[in-house]
């Protein structure tokens, strides 16, 4: 048994506190006395990975006593916590800085820097699982409509990295961020992943790189649509052809190098997000953008991430030999807002094939037309189909009318909601003893 599996019940509710944790001073100390006991008897055990059956099972029984007590305290609690930690809702923290804050101001309530820089030096299955309590407090704030939207706001607003390159890439129209390019070319921004050594499997740099592209295209007043594409391969089955995405990087799963906040949340909430919606401001709702069309180009394959940014998408173009799929069920984790987006586009019945089952979908069968728009050949008649689609694209109607359909499709209360549960889910799901005992046997090629 490991960390996260004894989290109680499906929502945060947990039993009651004392009477007079209703004070939030006591509740605080409550939640301080609740997790102190649970580090005595961690640290009265060996590492993670040393630890006997009956030494794993009285780690995840402290886990889960300290986490109802976290579970409470944020049953009444979090709107207080979130004002305290935002300024009321006037400061903008992201989900690692609010974390953070909230170790410093609630002791016990989320795991400090020394805990998650300590676990982050492990491969996933000998990690303590300290992530799960930041989901906790992540799923707690995206429950609550203002705190949670103020949250999704914050996560919008463009990287402190995208507006120190944005000056630099409005001149030059192209920057190379490592594992994404970007590059402008009449009225279009080209977004290329490059990753050949993965096959475009996404991992936190990638993650990280394609926010930032996403941001400065978002940011270019000379760029109407965006186009995002993979790169040529140099891996020796796909040498010097396109892929689109192998999907999440199951080997750095496995060495401890995909995070709860840097990867899972940040790529739903950030990069995605941006694409869907736009970026955030903070100014009223009267003034909010409402983002730019964007194509997807589909060479090769889309596998489990890489197919959930065609549900995404406005318009999507695929190579005739590609093929798409999202097999969450064998990796052992839930697909992002994957769940939410295929069963909206093809029914409950074909997201369960897809996603329960493994069904992998090529683009010239029927049941591909609820992903792609239009086929064409491989290598040029693809090639020269991607500007007359991104052409199709342009136009201040067809902008406005993309956030109408966004806002028929998946309001923002419904995604919050969604986003809820799963930064609870996802957060048991990579503590789990199956993704644990799988994930090692995963690799990232198609």
């Known amino acids: 048994m490991t960390a996260g599996l004894d989290v109680a019940g499906s929502d945060l509710a947990g039993p009651d506190l004392a009477p007079a944790a209703e004070d939030l001073a006591v509740a605080r100390r409550a939640v301080a006395v609740a997790a102190g006991r649970a580090a005595d008897v961690l640290d009265a055990l060996p590492e993670p990975a040393q630890r006997t059956p009956e030494q794993r099972a009285a780690a995840a029984a402290a886990h889960a006593a300290a986490r109802r007590a976290r579970g409470a305290f944020l049953e009444r609690h979090t709107a207080a916590v979130y ?11 992201r989900l690692t800085e609010l974390c953070a804050a909230a170790a410093v101001a609630y002791p016990g309530l ?24 930041q989901g906790l407090l992540v799923a707690a704030v995206l429950r609550r409509p203002r705190e949670g939207s103020h949250l999704l706001d914050a996560m919008r607003r463009p990287t402190s990295r995208a507006r120190a390159a944005l000056a630099a890439y409005r001149g030059a129209g192209e920057a190379d961020l490592g594992s994404v390019r970007l590059h402008r070319r009449d009225g279009v921004a080209h977004l290329t992943f490059r990753r050949p050594d993965c096959l475009n499997a996404e991992d936190e740099r990638q993650v990280d790189d394609m926010e930032t592209a996403v941001d400065l295209a978002l940011l270019d007043p000379a760029a109407e649509v965006l186009v995002v594409r993979g790169g040529e391969m140099t891996h020796p089955r796909y040498q010097g052809r396109r892929v689109f995405s192998a999907g999440i990087n199951l080997k750095a799963l496995h060495a401890g190098r995909i995070g709860l906040l ?26 909010e953008p409402g983002g730019k069309p964007w194509l997807a180009v589909v060479d090769g394959f889309a596998i489990g991430g890489g197919c959930q940014l065609l549900l995404a998408a ?18 052992g984790i839930v697909p992002g807002a994957g769940n939410l987006r295929l069963t909206r586009h093809g029914g409950a019945r074909l997201a369960r094939q897809v996603i329960l089952l493994g069904r992998r979908i090529r683009v010239i069968e029927p049941d591909a037309r609820l992903f792609v728009d239009e086929v064409y050949d491989p290598g040029e008649e693809l090639d020269a189909a991607v500007p007359r689609c991104a052409e199709r694209l342009r136009g201040g109607a067809v902008a406005a009318n993309r956030r109408m359909l966004i806002e028929a499709e998946e309001p923002v209360p419904v995604f919050r909601a969604y986003l809820a549960q799963f930064a609870l889910q996802q957060a048991r799901r990579i503590y789990s003893a199956d993704v644990l005992g799988k994930v090692g046997r995963f690799v990232t090629a198609a």
């Open 83 to 93: 004002a305290e930690l935002t300024d009321d809702r006037s400061r903008p923290l």
């Open 110 to 133: 989320v795991p400090g820097a020394a805990a998650l820089t300590e676990d982050r030096s492990r491969p996933q299955a000998a990690k303590e699982g300290w992530e799960v309590d």
């Open 262 to 287: 840097e990867f899972l949340l940040r790529r739903e909430m950030g990069y995605i997000a941006k694409l869907t919606r736009g970026l955030g401001h903070g100014e009223g709702w009267w003034e």
């Open 314 to 331: 406005d318009h999507v173009i695929a190579a005739a030999d590609a093929y798409l799929s999202l097999p969450a069920a064998q990796e």
